[in-house]
């Protein structure tokens, strides 16, 4: 259905600003027309620019699916696509501009320009039936002005102050973005309950921290980790604690060691004893140049944090398959910092008959002169004609000794 939805708009010769699995935000103004964007295939004044369809066009889109209507045109008539009522005044009902500032899948913001071009985020019981700021990727972090409080009017701040640096307009800096970033995760397995062992010794056990208790999880700064620690073997999580005030003078607990440190939000490195952690502010200035990975920009070039304008489908070119379980879900946690590395989440099931060495490493070696891989491997010819016709595979670090070899014929052999 999106993919019709696509079709449609690109036969009017339009484009979009972003879309999910069953909507779409299609570029569109009052009467249409060119809107200025970097890698437009259209012109406005010399600049590039994309076509903007009307809202009669848009309109019309919508009418053509009608046809597509599954169910009972007596009981829901019409068709299966609607405008969304984001498009019109909560009081009068009449069609408005809407304006969209996106960064990435799921990134987004909505919002009107006032008289003097200023924006205005689409806020619930002010101009619009709900807010309409995403907190994808910021979502795992605590209200930063009352830990306690489930409002999450902060990100539209920080969503607002975004769009008036995009358009040029004077900004200033929110009173919390200095505050240590943290979040609040559920004490839900072992390895969470492990490296409390000491802070629950000797407690009786309704102090004690256990299982679905609340911890606190702040993230370290780039290089500022404590001397010594392993990056991605590294996570300071804390008792819960609703003040905001003590989140520097209390202990964290590296969730892999058990090690107690205190943290700071100055500095660019950490101490023996001390982590830099991130602020607020650290993370909305990640969150504000976030790449889009999925897409290529004009030239077809894999997106980059500065990326601007239009963007592309990438073409993915598919190497090999891995098979690996559901522990992939835990993939946003590794994208909020939650998880440092994709490899501690993966449970992968080998196919020796289908992986790398069987469809890509053995086939290189068969093309390597047996003489050559007998000197630089080191392996008896009996060994390597055995590998090469698939009949035994090696200890894995001999493997590791092949693989570099092809690897370095093959760097060779390019141009």
Known sequence: MLALLENSVSEWGGTYAMEDTDSMAIVATERGGAVLCPGGSHENDDEAAIKALSWKQVENITTRFAALNPYDRKAISGSILKIESDNFDPKTRKQRQLYCWAISAKRYALFLKDSSGNPELLRRDANNDADRWSEHGLGHLLNPTDPESEDRKWVGQAWLKMIRKALNIPTQDLEFENRPAVGRVTVSSPAV???????????????QIKP????????????????????????????????????????????????????????????????????????????????????????????????????????????????????????????????????????????????????????????????????????????????????????????????????????????
């Not at 309950?193 to 102090?207: V, W």
């Not at 993915?316 to 946003?332: A, P």
């Open 193 to 207: 309950t492990r490296p409390l062992a000491n802070l629950n010794d000797g407690k009786p056990y309704p102090e």
């Open 212 to 415: 679905f208790n609340f911890l606190l999880t702040c993230h370290v700064k780039a290089f500022g980790h404590p001397k010594g620690a392993d990056p991605e073997h590294f996570h300071l999580v804390a008792p819960y604690e609703n003040k905001s005030t003590q989140w520097l003078k209390m202990g964290w607990i590296d969730q892999y060691t058990g090690k107690t440190y205190r943290i700071t939000t100055t500095g660019n490195n950490g101490t023996r004893q001390t982590a830099r952690v991130k602020t607020y502010g650290d993370v909305l200035r990640e969150y504000e140049f976030h790449p889009e990975s999925k897409c290529a920009d004009a030239a077809g070039n894999a997106c980059e944090k500065q990326t601007i304008g239009l963007l592309q489908r990438r073409h993915i070119r598919v190497d090999h398959v891995r098979y690996i379980g559901k522990e992939s879900n835990q993939l946003e946690a590794v994208d909020a910092g939650l998880v440092h590395s994709e490899k501690t989440i993966y449970t992968e099931y080998v196919d020796k008959s289908c992986d790398e060495w069987t469809l890509n490493i053995v086939p290189a070696l068969k093309l390597i002169p047996l003489v050559v891989l007998i000197r630089q491997s080191g392996l008896s010819k009996r060994a390597l004609l055995d590998i090469r016709a698939g009949r035994s595979r090696p200890h894995p670090r001999k493997q590791e000794r092949l693989i570099a070899i092809v690897k370095t014929k093959s760097m060779a052999a390019l141009p």
